[in-house]
């Protein structure tokens, strides 16, 4: 079987035991599960402008998080609005 360098490159991650088994697994997939649900819930559109080192970053929090960047930034918006998104004490 032929693989390309994305594969090849995830083949060998994993021949390396560089991954992890996620503690939680039910909970983890029920969370990714709503992030795929209120990515089709969207009913109204907003543009906005933001730096590039903040567009950057949320980029890369993103990639982290295993959702696309605009679904992170609707759930930020949407976690700060339901007061679930505080500062940190200094």
């Known amino acids: 079987m032929k693989y390309d360098d994305y594969e090849k490159e995830i ?14 697994f039910e ?20 543009n906005i402008r933001l ?3 903040d567009l950057k970053g949320i980029k890369v929090k ?3 998080e295993g959702m696309p960047y605009q679904t992170l930034i609707s759930s930020i918006i949407h976690k700060y609005i339901n007061g679930h998104l505080t500062e940190k004490a200094k």
Do not use: M
């Open 51 to 53: 730096s590039e080192k």
């Open 27 to 46: 909970e983890e997939k029920e969370r990714y599960a709503q992030y795929a649900r209120n990515t089709f819930n969207k009913n109204k559109r907003i």
């Open 62 to 64: 993103s990639l982290e």
């Open 11 to 24: 083949i060998e991650s994993y021949e390396n035991d560089e991954w992890k088994p996620i503690k939680n």
